[in-house]
């Protein structure tokens, strides 16, 4: 078979010099604590930088975290996710990639040294998880001494890949530089559906080599599935395949049209109805499922409505007893929790939102989270239109500041994926 991809193929990558590497990198991510103090959520770079933004991936707060973020608890706007694009290069091709990957190394990537002084300052005025990705993060020669650097100064570290560069040799690397989890994208319950998305043949084996060389390690291994039209109908599945195979969460992601995208928006998109009846069977399965499997929806904020909606008309009060880590977070944490740095040091609210904020080799990332504008607005709920301005959810939902962004060139505008009428309108 040939897995042939920027003039080589998937075994080459695998054996070539740098043997880590995975592929792409979906961020979503999140990180399980038992302490008390996390979060999460996403990034894309302005310049088409790198990496499947799903990576999205989430990440997974915890209560205190998701708590702060929903303005119930914790300290009001600490930061408690960064996702960190390290590099644009990847071995895979996604069609629905955030940060369009490259297939050089940019010369603009930041160096090792640059990496370390940002991992200082954000240790010297913050404690957040560190999500590394990409492009794909162990394209980076440096990576594992990147998050060992992390994780020594205290940081919780996790690594967002596409786990197709994954073998024995380097799950072993990942565990012993200190990272916590890995999470990994699967776009479909089978090969042909997810390497269809990734447009490699042999990805989803690949992926799936990865998962197990990871657990076989002990490490706890998330699968990121971004969802779009062609896996709609497949979602039942993929929950199928991470029980049965024991993964510690799934976390689902609402494609957003960033990147990559951005071109396939009109074909791969959900309809709205679509959308809120996989949100609210997700629910379904949260609640069913609750004592077994983390299962998140990330970058889909208006889960956050349905789940109070349906909770209300089902006479349940929401605690993180009964409802976890959703009981205490928000539907878009970006600019308020949770930041993105750019390979070149960009700093965005989230990979998916293009709206600069600073820059790292500029100013510090202390200074950027403290006083951009960017991140104040995005911080004033009071600044948010059209029905996202005047709906009772705004404080646990707040739309998708991405999509908004993307409909109408304004990231505070309404939310254009949502079906809600606010009862303002209802009631006119
Ligand atoms: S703006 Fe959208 S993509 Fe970005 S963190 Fe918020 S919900 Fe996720
Ligand atoms: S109108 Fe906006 S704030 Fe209200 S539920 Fe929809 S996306 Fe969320």
Known sequence: MDFR???????DFKNSPVNFGSINQDYKFMINNNNQNNNAETADTKDKGAG????????????????SMAGTAGKKNELRLVFWELTARCNLKCI????????????????????????DNLCSFSNPILILTGGEPLYRQDIFEIASYASNKGLRVA?????????????????ECGIKRVAIS?????????????????SFDAAFDGI???????????????????????????????LENNLKALHIFMLVPVGCGVQIADTQMLDKQKYEDILSWFYDKTMEFKDKLELKATCAPHYFRIMHKRAKDEGISISPKTHGMAAVTRGCLAGSSVMFISRKGDVQPCGYLPALAG???KESAKKIWESSEVFANLRDLSLLKGKCGICEYKKVCEGCRARAYYETGDYLAEEPYCIYEPSLIQNK
């Open 96 to 119: 629905h990639c955030r940060a369009e990957a490259q297939e050089e190394r940019q010369k603009d990537e930041l160096s090792t040294e640059e990496c370390f002084a940002v991992i």
């Open 159 to 175: 690594l967002a890949t596409n786990g197709t560069l994954i073998d024995k040799e380097t799950a072993i690397r990942i565990k």
């Open 186 to 202: 699967l776009d479909g319950s089978n090969a042909q559906t997810h390497d269809s998305f990734r447009m490699i043949p042999g």
């Open 359 to 361: 820059n790292v080799l």
């Open 5 to 11: 991809l920027c003039g080589m193929t998937l075994r």
């Open 52 to 67: 499947h933004p799903h990576g999205m991936p989430g990440v997974m707060p915890d209560a205190s975290i998701l708590g």
């Open 212 to 242: 197990k060389n990871l657990q076989n390690e002990g490490m706890e291994v998330q699968v990121n599935t971004t969802i779009a039209k062609h896996n709609q109908d497949e979602v039942k599945d993929i929950l199928k395949l991470v």
